[in-house]
């Protein structure tokens, strides 16, 4: 029996705060990279593009597919922990889908929105199955930024004797707004209330059992691997020579710089970061530039599947149409 379909709708008002913030992002990252290019030039950003060779492609398209699948198999197992089925093919279609028009349209989460819809739909719960993608989301980036830190820790970095105040800086920064959100759901409103229980008894309920907590961490851990030997792979091809002990802590820095919601398509930060890092750890920015382009342009390659699962999505809905 299909539940009632359900969603959040803004006002208009609202919608054009989301727009305008969306095309501030995007602005913001146009200018990041109108800055490198003034400061480093075009060189670094074609050689990144030139140097790109057939190894290096099969590498992302690889890479791509096992991440894929990981993302997928995580998104599935949220979903299961939320009481709703969603088989791991009809996953790696969507998530291959959603992976695509994250890369190519501004924001990079516009995949993300039309994959939770498009789930929503097919459940006939929209609200549910956006809080399935945000909360696979959420896990994804948690996973990645626990890891990023850890090998900052560990490893020589610009920012390695730093990490002790760092690390301590986001646990007092998480800390104090759990507290003001908790404050707030209080002193505020019982909507506020209701969601922040709502959130945790998602999280509890996903994370239950061991099967499903195993399965996300183990997923969630291949996902973060798997970018991580595909920058190291995107800095040799853009002929970095540097040992992986020095390129691995840099690429963290790189891929953290991503996660900034102030970018083109995942592109300004990224290449900000790594021109930055690359020259504190006593390389050029120009390698950092290159590294990052070089991973930008196999990041596109290994999203490219998405477009076939577009375009096949688009022809079956013509020829139901016809």
Same mark, same amino acid.
């Given at each position: 029996m299909h539940r009632a379909v359900t969603g959040v709708r803004l006002p208009p008002s609202g919608r054009a705060a989301g727009r305008l913030g969306a095309w *501030?992002?995007? %602005?913001? !990252?146009?200018?990041? /990279? *109108? &800055? &490198?290019?003034?400061?480093? #030039?075009? !060189? =670094?950003?074609?050689? !990144?593009v030139r140097l790109v060779d057939r190894p290096a492609l099969l590498a992302a398209l690889g890479l791509g597919a096992l991440s894929t699948v990981c993302c997928a198999w995580r998104w599935s197992l949220v979903a299961e922990g939320l009481g709703v089925r969603l088989p791991l093919g009809r996953a790696v279609k969507a998530y291959y889908r959603s992976l695509f028009l994250n890369t190519t349209l501004p924001g990079g989460v516009v995949g993300d929105v039309h $994959? %939770?819809? $498009?789930?929503?739909?097919?459940?006939?719960?929209?609200?549910?199955?956006?809080?399935?993608?945000? &909360?696979? $989301? @959420?896990?994804?980036?948690? +996973?990645?930024?626990t890891a990023s830190l850890l090998l900052l820790l560990v490893l020589p970095s610009p920012v390695r004797d730093r990490m002790p105040v760092i690390v301590a800086a986001v646990a007092a920064t998480g800390l104090a707004v759990a507290l003001g959100v908790r404050a707030v759901a209080r002193g505020r409103s019982a909507r506020w209330a209701t969601a922040l229980r709502s959130a945790y008894t998602d999280v509890r309920e996903v994370l239950l059992t061991r099967r499903r907590w195993v399965g996300i961490g183990l997923a969630s851990a291949? +996902?973060?691997? #798997?970018?991580?030997?595909?920058?190291?792979? @995107? *800095? $040799?091809? *853009?002929?970095?020579? @540097? =040992?992986?002990?020095?390129?691995v802590p840099l690429t963290q820095l790189a891929l953290l710089a991503m996660a900034l919601p102030l970018n083109i398509a995942g592109w300004g930060p990224r290449e900000g970061v790594a021109a930055w890092a690359f020259a504190a750890a006593g390389m050029t920015s120009t390698q950092g530039v290159a590294a990052a382009v070089t991973? #930008?342009? /196999? #990041?596109? +390659? %290994?999203? &490219? =599947? !998405?477009a076939a699962v577009l375009l096949a999505r688009t022809r079956s809905r013509s020829g139901q149409h016809a």
């Open positions: *501030a992002r995007a %602005a913001a !990252g146009l200018l990041i /990279l *109108a &800055l &490198l290019v003034w400061q480093v #030039g075009t !060189g =670094p950003f074609l050689d !990144g $994959r %939770a819809v $498009r789930h929503g739909l097919d459940i006939s719960d929209v609200r549910l199955a956006v809080r399935a993608v945000v &909360l696979e $989301r @959420a896990i994804g980036l948690t +996973v990645q930024i291949v +996902v973060v691997t #798997g970018q991580l030997v595909m920058f190291v792979i @995107a *800095a $040799r091809t *853009a002929g970095s020579d @540097a =040992p992986v002990t020095l390129l991973y #930008g342009v /196999l #990041g596109l +390659v %290994a999203a &490219l =599947p !998405g």
